[in-house]
């Protein structure tokens, strides 16, 4: 499990991540309550930034951080967006079931981003057209596309990226992304090891302190911290 909190400019580009991983058996509630804890420092130091959530469309993931944000006062209203990758494999999915020919389903695949990046109604429109290409369907086709329908209609909301690109804030998931490459994949699924639960864990941890860019400070905390007595011993031959 991973998850990031990440600091961006006006434009949405982030300046800083920190990135948090967890084992399956942890679950969700310690690298939830790192985020947390690093968003209310980031509210401390800076009461007017805009808190926004990304994710893709798993209610598990809207759960557990809806739940997480009602812990920090300072926290209001907040924008939320399905990431916009995760939009875009889906409206292919759409374009291949409305449109046998390649060239009008690329044509039409070009409008479709070019309205999601200036248009704010641009997700209502796209619901419209794939309504009306449901009752145009056989019986089959206009099942699969009923599926993708649904997920649009509950999703769209979360699909305003023009509104999200003017509060500077990101409309992908990018830096989860990263993470899930940086703090798992390169470092503990690496051929012939093999992780204890307990060694998994710290692993993990340290990845994540060391991803941050954030080694240095952890490292003079827990000095301060942790002490061994080290004692010298003489033996005579």
């Known amino acids: 499990m991973v998850a990031t909190v990440t600091i961006t400019d006006a434009a949405g580009d982030g300046l800083v991540t920190r990135k948090y991983a967890a084992t399956a058996g942890e679950g969700w509630d310690e690298i939830v309550k790192r985020a947390t804890a690093d968003v209310q420092a980031a509210l401390r130091s800076t009461p007017d930034l805009v808190v926004g959530v990304v994710q893709d469309g798993a209610h598990e993931l809207w759960n557990v951080t809806r739940a997480a944000l009602t812990t920090i006062p300072d926290v209001g209203p907040y924008p939320e967006a399905v990431d916009r990758y995760h939009l875009t494999e889906r409206l292919g999915k759409v374009l291949r079931i409305i449109y046998a ?11 479709w981003q070019t309205l ?8 209502d429109e796209i619901e419209k057209i794939v309504l009306h290409a449901h009752g145009t369907l056989g019986t089959e086709a206009s099942a699969d596309l009923w599926e993708h ?4 209609r509950s999703n769209k909301d979360r699909m305003r990226y023009v509104e999200l690109r003017k509060r500077g804030l990101p409309i992908g998931s990018g830096a989860t992304e990263s993470g899930c490459n940086t703090l798992l994949n390169l470092r503990v699924k690496r051929n012939a090891e093999h992780w204890s639960e307990e060694g998994l864990r710290g692993v993990l941890v340290l990845r994540g302190i060391h991803r941050s860019e954030r080694f240095d400070s952890f490292w003079k905390y827990f000095t301060r911290r942790y002490h061994s007595k080290v004692i010298k011993l003489s033996i005579a031959a």
């Open 101 to 111: 020919d390649p060239t009008e389903r690329q044509k039409e695949h070009a409008r």
């Open 116 to 123: 999601l990046d200036t248009e704010a109604g641009a997700i």
């Open 149 to 152: 329908l649904v997920y649009l």
